[in-house]
Nanobody, 124 residues
Framework: QVQLVESGGGLVQAGGSLRLSCLAS????????MGWFRQAPGKEREFVAA????????YYADSVKGRFAISRDNAKNTVYLQMNSLKPEDTAVYYC?????????????????WGQGTQVTVSS
């Protein structure tokens, strides 16, 4: 099993940047593919970005492509989400997720482990 703890959320003006971090417990972090999802008020949880076990392959939702970047540091058991050019519509609770296996997926059901979420609010 793996436990996930997100950090780095906050309030930022439109056009600004934030970097989210997700620290994973356990000694087998490199055997998990990782993803970021978000859920805005009144909306369903949606995929944001994912990476494979090494970080060599990444995948993004069209809404964040070119603005967000997912990366991971297996030595630190941490996955990151760098968010640039933030827009008010990026406001949501952001969740880190892990799935056992080397390849990433972009569907919620593919991920068995979830963090508690961190709030990101972008003001206009």
């Amino acid at each position: 099993q793996v436990q996930l703890v997100e950090s780095g959320g906050g309030l930022v003006q439109a056009g600004g940047s934030l970097r989210l971090s997700c620290l994973a417990s356990g000694r087998t972090f490199s055997s998990y593919a990782m993803g970021w999802f978000r859920q805005a008020p009144g909306k369903e949880r949606e995929f944001v970005a994912a990476t494979n076990w090494s970080g060599s392959n990444t995948y993004y939702a069209d809404s964040v492509k070119g603005r967000f970047a997912i990366s991971r540091d297996n030595a630190k058991n941490t996955v990151y989400l760098q968010m640039n050019s933030l827009k008010p519509e990026d406001t949501a609770v952001y969740y880190c997720a892990a799935r056992a296996g080397y390849n990433y997926y972009y569907t919620i059901n593919a991920y068995a482990y979830w963090g508690q979420g961190t709030q990101v609010t972008v003001s206009s």
